[in-house]
């Protein structure tokens, strides 16, 4: 039976949850719009089609993942924010691993685009975990590029099965966030100049 009052809110969010329950790769208009009731064509009054569908549950799922990390953080800081933020996100990922997914791989067409913003905003709770440590400026960026990296690529990894030993997976991961505030700490604070390059009689390409 049709669902009163479809909205294209209600249509993203179901097509979110129909990823997490089927698999990301698997979710398709016919198969949302059989979920929903609907005829496929009633949906696109909602989204232009598979790929803004799939832009859509991208953009949400970026959206949810900040808000449930930056709840996690609160009040906290240091090894005890990063944990929190690390443990949220792998979290999010476990519980909604489709949903997760259509973030993976878009395509940006510029910096104002709707993914592109929720993205951006996405990493807001991660920053503020960094404020926490001693970071020189000009390393904000590295820092939260290796969190994003490392604690992203754990979850995706568990998420799709890729942990067959029987070591605790949650050891794994206390161990991992062990690992990053040791070296978060460990980075030296202040910038050293780069080297200036040797003399020589020709340069090749730029590498």
Do not use: C
């Not at 993942?65 to 240091?78: F, K, L, N």
């Not at 979850?155 to 505030?181: K, R």
């Amino acid at each position: 039976m049709p669902r009163a009052g479809l909205g294209t809110a209600a249509v993203v969010a179901a097509g979110a949850d129909l990823a997490d329950e089927i698999g990301f790769a698997a979710l398709t208009m016919g198969g949302l719009a059989e979920r929903l009731g609907v005829r496929t064509p009633s949906l696109y009054k909602h989204v232009a089609g598979q790929e803004d569908l799939n832009r859509r549950i991208a953009a949400l799922a970026l959206d949810e993942a900040r808000h449930t990390i930056g709840a996690a953080i609160q009040g906290r800081a240091g090894r005890d924010a990063l944990r929190a933020a690390a443990r949220a996100l792998r979290d999010f990922v476990l519980t909604h691993p489709g949903r997760y997914a259509a973030t993976i791989g878009l395509d940006l067409s510029s910096p104002d685009d709707p993914v592109a913003l929720a993205a951006a905003r996405s990493l807001e709770p991660f920053s503020a975990v960094l404020r926490g440590y001693d970071i020189a400026p000009g390393d904000a960026t590295h820092a939260l590029r290796a969190l994003r990296s490392i604690f992203h690529g754990f979850a995706t990894i568990e998420a799709g099965g890729g942990f067959q030993w029987g070591t605790s997976t949650d050891e794994s991961f206390d161990w991992l966030v062990d690992l990053v505030d040791l070296g978060l700490r460990a980075r030296p604070t202040q910038q050293s100049e780069p080297p200036s390059p040797a003399p020589t009689a020709h340069r090749g390409a730029p590498s």
